[in-house]
C-alpha cells in the first residue's frame, strides 16, 4: 500500500498519540479552564506542560503569573509577572502585581521602581503608588534597626508541604488552629481543593502536657469539620464554647474578592461562589455537640467569619464584607445581651478599617486587640497590628514591626503571655506558599542611644565649660554580655546606636592626648526614643588643673556629702581606666575667714576626698591631699572686696592635677 505524507501522519498519530502542538493545545486549553474555575493548582500543572512544548504568549504569561500570586508563590510569581512587564501589551496592573510580589520577596528597591512605573501609567493611581514606596523605605528601615522579637518555626505542630495556621488558646493547655494536611483516615480518597491543590482547611487540637511536650494534633470531630473549610476559631476565657468559621457554596451573586486567606469565592461551578459563616460548638466531656449558626451570619449577601471573642466572653469581633463597610473586609463587633443573644454588628470604626482588608481579630487576656491588613502601612502582603481601646473607640493602630511581621503575609497571632510570648503564622519561609505557624518571645523595646563626646575646658572666668570632641574611639559592651562593638565619634563628636530598655551599656573612650573615659548608661524601662549618654574627657597633661563640678561641703565640715561621692566616684572610674596616672586632689576656700582657719579646712576637705577615693580601691600612693585655703583665688573677691555668693562659690571648689603620668 502507498502512503501520502498526510495520510502517513494520520497514523502515525493513531498509534503514538497527539503531536507535540496538539498536546500542548489540549494541555493549555485544560489549563485555561483550571484558572477560569479559581483552581490555580491545577492550572499550573497544565501549564507547565504547555510551557515545556511551546513558547506562552502574553495571555498564558498573564495567566501563570496571577495562579502564582493567587497561591501566594511570591519567587514563581515575581519571576513571571517580570516576563510579563517585558512584553509588549502587558496591561498597567501587571506592573503593580510586579511591584507587589517583588516588595513580598523583600526586594524593596526593586518595588519602588516599580511602583513609580505604575504610577506613571496610572497617573489616578500615583497618590496610592506613593504610598507604596514610602512602605518600601519603612519596611527596610525596620530591617535596619534591632529585631522587636525572636521568631522561630513552632515544629510541634507544623506539618511540612501544608498549611497550618490561626492558632488560638483552648482549655488549660491545649491550641486549637487550622490545617490543610487532611483528615481521612484509612484508604479514603482525600477530597481537594483546586486553588491550592491541598485538602480542605480543618480545625486540629494540640495538648501540651506539664513536662512542655506537645501531644500530636488531632482533628475535631465532623460535627465541627463539615466536608468543606472550617478554620479560624476562638473561645472565651475558660469557656467551652468555641466560635470558628466554615465556608459554604451559594449562588454566585454580585462582586466577590478571590482571597485564598480569607476562603471566600472560589467557586465549584461557574455559578457558585464561596461565603464565610460563624458557628459555635460546645465541647462535652465525650466530644463536640449544640453546633449553632451566628445570628448575623447572611451567606447570600456576604461573609461573616474569623471570630475573636473577648476573655470575659462579653464581645466578638469578626470579619465581614456586609454592605457599608470601609474596604474590602472589616472588623466588625457584637455585644452579647443580657439573654446571651449577641446583639447587632457594628463596625469597629476608621481607626482599624481601612480600604484594604482587615482580618483575624485576637484579644489577648489583657483586652488588646491585635490584626492583620494589607491597608495599613506594613512591610509586604498582611502585616499584624495591635489597638487600644475596645468596641469602637481606638486611640490608633500600631505595626508590630520586625521580625513580628516580613515581607510576606503574617496574621493570625495569640498570646500565651500578654505582652510577651505567644504564636503566629506566616508563609515567610515557603517557596511554595503554605503557612506556618511560629512561636515568638517579644525583646524589650528598642531605643537610640545619642553618645555625645566632650572636651573639658575652663573660661577666662575660670568656669567649666564642654566643647565636642571629634574622633573619639569607643567601644561599647552590654551588661551580662560577652560581645562588644567598636565606632568612632564624628566630627561633631556624636554616635548612635540601637539600644534596648532596661538594659545597662558601658561607653569605654579613647583619643590620643586625653585620659581615657567610661560611661555607664542604665536604660530606664520607661525610657523614650532616645537616651543620651556623654563621654567628658580631660587632657592628658602633667601640671593641668582640672575643676570638678558639685563638690560641696556643709559649713564648716569637711564630710563627703552623698553629692559630692558621686563626683569623686568619677575620679575612681578615671583611675582605674588610666593606671599610669597620679593626681593631686586640692581643695580651695573663698576670702572669707582667716588665713589658718581656711587653710586647716581645706587641708581637711581634701584630705577626706583622697580617703575617699582609697577607700573605692585606688592605691594611695596615686594620691597627694593639698589645701590651699584662700592662697589661690580665681577671681577678684578677696578680703574686704564685695562679691556676690555665685562669685565667691567660684573660690570654694575641689580640684584634680595630674601629678605623675
Not at 562593638?485 to 554616635?495: F, N, P, Q, R
Not at 543620651?532 to 563640678?549: I, M, P, S, W
Request: proline share 4%; with cysteine; net charge neutral.
Amino acid at each position: 500500500m502507498k502512503y501520502t505524507s498526510t495520510s502517513l501522519y494520520l497514523v502515525m498519530v493513531a498509534i503514538l498519540g497527539l503531536s507535540p502542538m496538539a498536546k500542548a493545545q489540549s494541555d493549555l486549553r485544560r489549563a485555561n479552564n483550571h484558572f477560569d474555575n479559581y483552581e490555580y493548582a491545577l492550572a499550573l500543572q497544565d501549564y507547565q506542560k504547555t510551557i515545556q512544548k511551546r513558547t506562552p504568549d502574553l495571555q498564558t504569561m498573564q495567566h501563570i503569573a496571577d495562579a502564582y500570586r493567587l497561591t501566594r508563590q511570591s519567587q514563581e510569581a515575581e519571576n513571571w509577572y517580570g516576563k510579563v512587564v517585558n512584553t509588549p501589551g502587558h496591561e498597567p496592573v501587571s506592573i503593580y502585581y510586579y511591584a507587589e510580589a517583588l516588595r513580598s520577596n523583600g526586594n524593596y528597591k526593586e518595588a519602588k521602581q516599580q511602583y513609580m512605573q505604575w504610577g506613571d501609567e496610572m497617573p489616578e493611581q500615583a497618590e496610592r503608588a506613593q504610598e507604596l514606596m514610602r512602605a518600601c523605605d519603612l519596611a527596610l528601615s525596620w530591617m535596619n534597626k534591632l529585631p522587636v522579637a525572636k521568631v522561630e518555626a513552632f515544629q510541634n505542630i507544623n506539618y511540612a508541604n501544608y498549611s497550618d495556621f490561626s492558632p488560638t488558646p483552648f482549655g488549660n493547655n491545649g491550641v486549637i488552629f487550622t490545617s490543610d494536611r487532611g483528615v481521612s483516615e484509612g484508604k479514603k480518597k482525600e477530597k481537594v481543593y483546586g486553588w491550592t491543590g491541598r485538602p480542605y482547611l480543618q480545625l486540629f487540637l494540640a495538648q501540651q502536657d506539664v513536662q512542655g511536650n506537645w501531644s500530636n494534633p488531632m482533628a475535631l470531630q465532623d460535627i465541627v469539620n463539615s466536608d468543606y473549610h472550617n478554620a479560624t476559631a476562638s473561645a472565651a476565657e475558660g469557656s467551652k464554647r468555641l466560635y470558628f468559621t466554615r465556608t459554604h457554596l451559594v449562588l454566585k451573586r454580585g462582586n466577590v474578592n478571590p482571597d485564598p486567606t480569607s476562603w471566600v469565592k472560589k467557586p465549584e461551578v461557574n455559578e457558585y461562589v464561596n461565603r464565610l459563616e460563624i458557628f459555635s460548638a460546645e465541647k462535652q466531656k465525650d466530644g463536640w455537640s449544640n453546633i449553632q449558626p451566628f445570628s448575623y451570619n447572611n451567606v447570600n449577601k456576604y461573609s461573616v467569619g474569623h471570630p475573636a471573642v473577648t476573655p470575659d466572653g462579653s464581645t466578638l469581633y469578626f470579619v465581614s464584607d456586609m454592605p457599608g463597610g470601609m474596604g474590602e473586609t472589616d472588623i466588625y463587633y457584637s455585644v452579647r445581651q443580657a439573654d446571651g443573644s449577641w446583639g447587632d454588628p457594628i463596625n469597629a470604626g476608621v481607626i482599624l478599617n481601612t480600604p484594604g482588608r482587615e482580618s483575624f481579630p485576637y484579644v489577648d487576656a489583657d483586652g488588646k486587640l491585635y490584626f492583620a491588613s494589607d491597608g495599613h502601612t506594613g512591610m509586604g502582603g498582611m502585616d499584624i497590628f495591635s489597638a487600644e481601646g475596645e468596641r469602637a473607640a481606638w486611640t490608633g493602630a500600631r505595626n508590630l514591626g520586625y521580625p513580628i511581621n516580613s515581607p510576606k503575609n503574617d496574621y493570625g497571632i495569640m498570646f500565651t503571655k500578654p505582652g510577651e510570648t505567644g504564636l503566629l503564622s506566616s508563609n515567610r519561609d515557603s517557596p511554595n506558599g503554605t503557612d506556618d505557624i511560629f512561636k515568638f518571645s517579644m525583646l524589650k523595646k528598642p531605643v537610640v542611644l545619642a553618645i555625645t563626646t566632650l572636651e573639658r575646658k575652663q573660661n577666662a572666668q575660670k568656669k567649666n565649660i564642654q566643647v565636642p570632641l571629634p574622633q573619639v574611639n569607643l567601644k561599647v559592651s552590654e551588661q551580662n554580655s560577652s560581645d562588644s562593638a567598636i565606632a568612632v565619634s564624628d566630627e561633631k563628636g556624636t554616635y548612635f546606636m540601637d539600644g534596648r530598655q532596661g538594659n545597662t551599656y558601658t561607653f569605654m573612650g579613647s583619643k590620643d592626648g586625653y585620659l581615657k573615659q567610661e560611661a555607664v548608661a542604665q536604660v530606664p524601662e520607661t525610657a523614650g526614643d532616645t537616651v543620651q549618654v556623654a563621654l567628658l574627657f580631660d587632657k592628658n597633661e602633667v601640671a593641668r588643673t582640672v575643676v570638678l563640678d558639685n563638690i560641696y561641703y556643709d559649713l564648716d565640715k569637711w564630710d563627703i556629702r552623698t553629692d559630692a561621692a558621686k563626683e569623686l566616684d568619677k575620679i575612681v572610674t578615671l583611675l582605674k581606666n588610666n593606671p599610669r596616672v597620679e593626681l593631686e586632689m586640692s581643695s580651695h576656700t573663698d576670702s572669707r575667714e582667716g588665713f589658718k582657719y581656711n587653710q586647716q579646712l581645706s587641708e581637711k576637705r581634701a584630705q577626706a576626698a583622697v580617703d575617699y577615693i582609697v577607700s573605692m580601691g585606688i592605691d594611695r600612693s596615686r594620691l597627694t591631699a593639698r589645701g590651699y585655703g584662700k592662697t589661690k583665688l580665681v577671681n577678684r573677691c578677696a578680703d574686704g572686696v564685695e562679691c556676690t555668693e555665685a562669685e565667691h562659690q567660684l573660690n570654694r571648689r575641689t580640684e584634680f592635677k595630674i601629678r605623675k603620668n
